[in-house]
């Protein structure tokens, strides 16, 4: 009767230790199922910005833009057009506006003066 005791104890701890090793196996693959969502997203995002730069590569490749980055960065122009560079203070400079005289009068005097006199 005691061997039943001991291997009855030696059983439940055997089935213990089996369920605690499946717990930590079922946490883990939760938790990698986790980094499988996140390294999904990642890919979405990361296939995004390589379509993105795809289409930047076919821009740059076009001959159109190749022509205006040599006019506009190394200052190229076709036979028989001129280069006019501006100095930079003149660039920055904007034209200021004129100011008016603000009317003070109130306004039933401006609509008087707009429909019974001329001026």
């Known amino acids: 009767m005691p061997y039943k005791k001991i291997a009855f104890f030696a059983i439940i701890v055997i089935l213990l230790v089996t369920i605690n090793n499946l717990a930590h196996s079922l946490y883990a693959i939760w938790q990698k199922k986790d980094l499988i969502v996140q390294a999904q997203q990642n890919l979405e995002v990361e296939k995004e910005e390589n ?12 001959p159109q833009f190749i022509e205006s980055e040599a006019r506009d960065k190394l ?35 401006k609509w008087w003066n707009l429909f019974f006199q001329s001026s």
């Open 75 to 109: 200052l190229l122009a076709k036979p028989g057009e001129g280069i006019v560079i501006l100095p930079k203070n003149q660039l920055t400079v904007s034209p200021s506006p004129v100011p008016h005289a603000e009317d003070k009068r109130p306004n039933w005097q």
């Open 51 to 62: 379509q993105k730069l795809k289409k930047d590569i076919a821009q740059v490749n076009k």
